[in-house]
């Protein structure tokens, strides 16, 4: 009897770890678009950051700078900020209709006007689905201690 009790409890445990696991459609979506500007701000792939950008976007660093889509692009594209390594671990996504929260650590090895650094963050992400697609319309960073 007790085994069979373990059994089922185990069985229903597994079912639920997998069923939290399951990414929705639109988590997908929004990890991919989440993806595809990390590899935009990798590269300095100016059509790459358009297309994941919404035309208003507001741009937070974590020294309290803000860009908006213009200068969050031309900043990348030119070089002045250029990112050698980036990592992102951690990462959270919540769906709320049109809207989408990510939330998630960031590392990074960077090259900034010639001079060597990294940093540590905590970035808060928020996307829209405008026309079909997930636009990323704000970012704050943090910095993590």
Do not use: C
Request: glycine share 8%; charged share 20%.
């Amino acid at each position: 009897m007790k085994k069979g009790f373990f059994l089922i409890f185990t069985l229903f445990v597994l079912a639920l770890n997998t069923q939290a696991q399951t990414q929705s459609k639109d988590e997908k979506e929004v990890a991919a678009a989440v993806a595809k500007l990390r590899q935009g701000m990798l590269d300095g792939d100016k059509n790459a950051l358009d297309q994941v950008t919404s035309a208003d976007l507001t741009y937070g660093h974590s020294n309290g700078k803000l860009e908006d889509k213009a200068t969050f692009i031309s900043v990348l594209a030119s070089g002045e900020n250029d990112f050698v390594t980036m990592d992102v671990t951690d990462q959270t996504i919540k769906i709320l209709g049109n809207t989408a929260i990510v939330r998630h650590n960031f590392s990074a090895q960077t090259n900034n006007g010639g001079t060597p650094g990294s940093t540590k963050l905590g970035v808060l992400l928020v996307w829209q689905k405008q026309q079909g697609k997930w636009k990323l319309v704000a970012r704050q960073a943090f910095k993590l201690t």
